[in-house]
């Protein structure tokens, strides 16, 4: 069943935007990022929310406070957050360590938790009213590294909603650090998992060498580049929409399957289902359009030794899948399982290496396909960050694709309060 919130709009009331720095001195120092972090796909601001009920056990706390102070105690230990990114020698982006802090905003809405329903599913409206993009804020270099505003509901209840440049960190990088943040915000000295930079462990290697076929990039240079492919759908005729399937639905996607293909994860087969579904709106009248199928792949776990886990760099891969309009209406849903699982498992050490490798040889020449992406948010952490109020009532994007000048179409997986269905947004 397809949800939509409550269409309503309101006001909100917001104080000037503050820097804030580390509640201590740090090292002023420059700091490199990796290769993969230089993936162009990577180069842009994520937004990201979270929705907390009121808790008798705050009555009288300030969450804008609490978390202020927390973020400046935070700082301390992830103090790169608070320096600037910069371009150094052959356009390698650097994170230049100069503690002016990361931007706040303090903010009051006059609306209730229960306006936005129960239970809150996005898209979360008036966004642009609970993140205020700061002019000025929002380019890559320059700029600060995260932006925050909590807004303060009139039911005790508040949003905190942040971003973050992406090329610093990935999903998994920026929860630990707001795990830290509720760390410091409920009393500790320290986080429980201290930060890792060691950004060369995911560098190009000496000599360089491609072994991967690397679908999600094209090579530009400029005298000539390539048309967008894989962009079906024009960005304004696509809205925003959550579907949740209960265990009924999830059980009924599984039987469309063959036995020849299990056993197979609800996430591969639910992926087959939304992407021929996304092929079929398209309604392209060129059968032989070339599709580009991209998932978000963590490989923290396919390293041998592992990477620390206090990194907080991007160790995510965007393999690619491609096939045509006509290939993947006319076939069975097996064959866009298949599809998908290629993308999926392609990833391992050596396609992470090869990689960067690719970005070190082609820094700067670079370019996205624009592919129909899919990205899987449950198990990211977000439930986790506890600013002293408890866990949130909702986490995760406030949209489903608030990244379309970069992507194509994108479709998420959000956390949800019930643990028997899937929320697909």
């Known amino acids: ?12 009331q917001r104080c000037e935007p503050e820097l804030v720095a580390p509640a201590k001195p740090t090292p002023r120092e420059i700091k490199q990022l990796s290769d993969i972090d230089h993936q162009i796909s990577l180069q842009y601001h994520a937004p990201f929310v979270q929705i907390f009920a009121h808790s008798p ?8 406070k609490v978390i202020r102070e927390a973020l400046a105690q935070a700082l ?11 371009e150094g ?13 990361v931007l706040f905003i303090e903010a009051e809405a006059d609306v209730t938790l ?37 807004t303060r509901l009139k039911c005790g209840g508040f949003i905190v909603a942040n971003r973050f440049n992406h090329a610093i960190c990935d999903g998994i990088g920026i929860v630990n650090f707001l795990i830290c943040v509720g760390e410091m915000a409920r009393g500790a000295n320290a986080p429980s998992i201290l930060p890792v930079w060691q950004r060369e462990v995911l560098n190009a290697r000496d000599p360089p060498c491609i072994t991967y076929t690397h679908k999600e990039y094209v090579v530009v240079d400029e005298d000539h580049v390539p048309d967008a492919k894989g962009k079906a759908l ?17 059980s009924n996607v599984g039987r469309l399957f063959p036995s020849h293909l299990q056993p197979s994860t609800k996430f591969e087969m639910l992926t087959a289902c939304i992407w021929k579904c996304y092929a079929i709106a398209s309604e392209s009248p060129n059968p032989n359009e070339e599709l580009f199928f991209q998932v978000t792949v963590n490989a923290r776990t396919k390293f041998n030794p592992p990477i620390p886990k206090g990194y907080y760099g991007n160790v995510v ?4 899948s491609t096939t045509t309009v006509g290939n993947l209406c006319s076939n069975s849903l097996g064959y866009a399982l298949e599809l998908v699982r290629k993308a999926k498992f392609e990833v391992n050490e050596e396609y992470m290496k090869s990689l960067a490798d690719l ?15 899919l990205t899987d948010l449950r198990h990211i952490g977000y439930d986790q960050v506890d600013y002293g109020w408890g866990e949130a009532v909702y986490s995760g994007t406030p949209n489903a694709w608030p990244y379309d000048n970069i992507l194509g179409a994108a479709t998420y997986y959000v956390p949800f309060k019930t643990k028997k269905g899937r929320l697909v947004l």
């Open 234 to 250: 024009e960005s304004e005729s696509l809205v925003h929409r959550s579907f949740y399937l209960g265990a009924e639905e999830l």
């Open 76 to 86: 301390v230990f992830y103090y790169p957050f608070a320096g600037r990114m910069r």
């Open 317 to 320: 891969a965007m393999p690619v």
């Open 1 to 12: 069943m397809a949800t939509l919130n409550a269409s309503f709009e309101f006001t909100v």
């Open 89 to 101: 020698p052959d356009k390698k982006l650097i994170v230049d360590c100069t503690g002016e802090g």
């Open 359 to 373: 970005i070190a040889i082609k820094r700067g020449q670079l370019k996205s396909v624009q592919p129909y992406e």
């Open 57 to 64: 056990s705050m009555q009288g706390a300030d969450p804008a």
């Open 114 to 150: 229960e306006q936005f329903g129960d239970p809150i599913k996005p898209p979360i409206p008036c966004f642009d009213e609970l993140l205020h993009n700061v002019p000025g804020s929002d380019g890559m270099l320059n700029s600060p590294l995260l932006l925050f505003q909590v």
